[in-house]
């Protein structure tokens, strides 16, 4: 998979808010159904409790048609937040996208 003009951007941000990325891709596998979500990511909350853990699909929107983006986008994003769901439900799924002003922002 072909990494998104921002997903640099992504990965420095979420590294300099103290995310150890510990997959770039994140791969995943259910029912013989490959997935490939951009990175993944944890965040260590005490030496001794379990930490954060996220997966982010990062998305540019800089296709001619945004609504089309916007709906592949959308589909990957749910099919990605069901997968992790059946295998890594303490993973939460985040995506990331571009706003005006090279602003970097993540919805859940």
């Not at 150890?20 to 997935?35: G, R």
């Not at 998305?59 to 959308?74: A, G, P, Y």
């Not at 303490?90 to 919805?107: E, S």
Request: overall charge neutral; charged content about 30%; hydrophobic content about 45%.
């Amino acid at each position: 998979m072909a990494k998104d003009r921002f997903h640099h951007v992504v990965r420095t941000a979420l590294e300099k808010e103290i995310w150890k990325i510990t997959a770039d891709p994140y791969e995943i596998n259910v029912d013989d159904v490959d997935f490939e979500i951009n990175l993944a990511a944890e965040q260590l909350l005490a030496a001794e409790r379990e930490g954060r853990k996220i997966a982010v699909k990062v998305k540019s929107f800089i296709s001619t048609s945004n609504v089309s983006e916007f709906h592949t986008t959308l589909g990957q994003f749910l099919n990605y937040r069901d997968a992790l769901a059946t295998i890594a439900s303490d993973r939460q799924l985040y995506l990331a996208v571009r706003l005006p002003k090279c602003i970097i922002k993540t919805y859940a």
